[in-house]
């Protein structure tokens, strides 16, 4: 999701851990005041610092507002893949996938948020927004632990991207239900997902 036109960094540390810094801000700015009123003036009152430096840092508030997304979507992603590799069953592994979704919503509720918004909010050039743009990369993971499922037996025969999609959708809706329903028991209704997806797939759910 970068800019083409990025500038070159150097890597550091402290470029690194100012990039951060402004990356939370971003996240909290959204959050405040919405994806529309979400300056980059804003945005760097927050973060304590001045436009100028987060214009060193970010190509502008697009490329600055896509890296809160793939910040906060890779960090999810890379959790839900320690999770997968731990487990060795098909079943096991999308009940991991699915709760190690569920744990990082729980924890992250304002990236989440904010990145949530991002998606839906921001444009490209053609007015597609950020969600639209997404490729089957999203659903890879999902697909071959639902394939690996089919081989063996443990899951019935069924479209495997239809069926990731699926839990994809109902993991989304979580989210969606708990950013309008605060109170939402984000526990239970882990469960009853894992529970509900692979009956769905003809297993059962491991312990866990």
């Known amino acids: 999701m970068r800019s083409e036109n990025k500038k070159p960094r150097s890597g550091s540390f402290t470029e690194a851990a100012r990039r951060a810094q402004i990356i939370e801000a971003a996240i909290r700015t959204v959050n405040e005041l919405g994806y529309a009123r979400a300056s980059l003036a804003e945005i760097a009152r927050r973060a304590k610092t001045s436009k ?15 890296q809160v997304v793939a910040h906060v979507f890779e960090d999810a992603g890379q959790r839900v893949v320690d999770a997968v590799e731990a487990e060795s069953t098909g079943a096991g592994k999308l009940a991991a996938y699915i709760r190690a979704e569920f744990a990082y919503m729980r924890a992250n509720r304002d990236p989440m948020r904010a990145a949530t918004e991002i998606l839906v909010s921001h444009r490209d050039e053609q007015g597609v ?54 109170a939402t028991d984000l526990v239970a209704y882990e469960r009853e997902v894992v529970r509900m997806m692979l009956r769905a797939l003809g297993a059962e759910a491991p312990d866990g």
């Open 52 to 66: 100028s430096v987060l214009s060193y840092h970010f190509d502008g508030k697009e490329e600055l507002l896509e």
């Open 129 to 182: 927004p950020l969600y639209l743009k997404s490729g089957d990369d999203d659903t890879a993971l999902l697909e071959s632990i639902i394939e690996q499922g089919c081989r063996a037996g443990e899951f019935a025969a069924v479209d495997a991207r239809i069926a990731a999609i699926t839990v994809t959708h109902a993991i989304d809706g979580a989210l969606t239900r708990s950013q309008s329903h605060p």
